[in-house]
């Protein structure tokens, strides 16, 4: 049952501190999303990948978040330094090339709690 | 992206079918209609998506009229594990289909 993984599950830091989230997308997927939910905002895309190349990070704060993918197995959100405001669930998502190009499903991780004293 | 409306809540018993209606009155000719369910402390989930008339699946059906301007999900028989938030969302799936959430409408299934 291939499952999309994020880690860490929990985290709980102080301002000014940096955070590095890890997602890990199911093998053979080629489109890797970051979202954030917040009970004010609810789900928001901050960006996403197609090939591990980054096509849209418009919904990222470019000042303090950044989003990789290293290599096809990992993608990282980091924000530095963090902020209250950034506390939220941070969930990763990916999406499998489209055999059929009318169908298109994202397959979400568990989340990561992010808490920012 | 399209934008979509649905209500904010409903509730209902066990057993009972369940009928949310989303309203895309700018949908576009190439967007499909997608549905998620989310639980509690847990990433969406892709349910059902269609493009017109209905669709059918093991967890739901999809009813699209003619004009396309809104779509109904329908669960049957709800259960106590039915309770979640759904959210309805329109795009192009050939444009990596990046959805846009909005505040979905949160099922509650009562005993």
């Known amino acids: 049952d291939a499952r999309v993984t994020q880690t860490p599950r929990h985290k709980v830091t102080e301002m000014g501190q940096e955070v590095t989230m890890r997602c890990q997308p199911i093998?053979?997927?080629?489109?890797v999303f970051w979202y954030r939910q917040t009970m004010m905002q609810g789900l928001e895309l901050l960006a996403y990948?197609?090939?591990?190349?980054?096509?849209?990070d418009s919904g990222m704060p470019k000042d303090r978040f950044s989003a990789e993918m290293p290599d096809a197995t990992l993608a990282t959100l980091k924000i530095q330094p963090s902020e209250p405001r950034d506390s939220a669930v941070y969930f990763c998502?990916?999406?499998?090339?489209?055999?059929?190009?009318?169908?298109?499903?994202?397959?979400f991780g568990p989340g990561t709690r992010l808490t920012v004293l | 992206l399209a934008k979509t409306t649905q209500p904010i809540s409903m509730d209902s018993y066990e057993g009972q079918e369940v009928n949310i209606t989303c309203s895309h009155n700018?949908?576009?000719?190439?967007?499909?209609i997608t549905w998620y369910q989310q639980f509690p402390s847990q990433g969406p989930r892709f349910i059902i998506q269609?493009?017109?008339t209905k669709v059918t699946n093991e967890v739901a059906s999809l009813f699209i009229p003619a004009d396309r301007k809104s779509s109904t999900l329908s669960l049957p028989r709800v259960s106590l594990s039915d309770t979640a938030v759904y959210y309805c969302?329109?795009?192009?799936?050939?444009?990596?289909?990046?959805?846009?959430f909005g505040a979905g409408t949160t099922v509650t299934v009562r005993a």
């Open positions: 093998l053979g997927h080629n489109t």
């Open positions: 990948f197609r090939n591990r190349a980054p096509l849209d």
């Open positions: 969302l329109v795009g192009d799936p050939s444009n990596d289909y990046k959805l846009s």
């Open positions: 269609g493009y017109k």
């Open positions: 700018n949908i576009a000719t190439n967007d499909y």
């Open positions: 998502a990916s999406g499998p090339d489209r055999v059929i190009p009318s169908y298109n499903e994202q397959f």
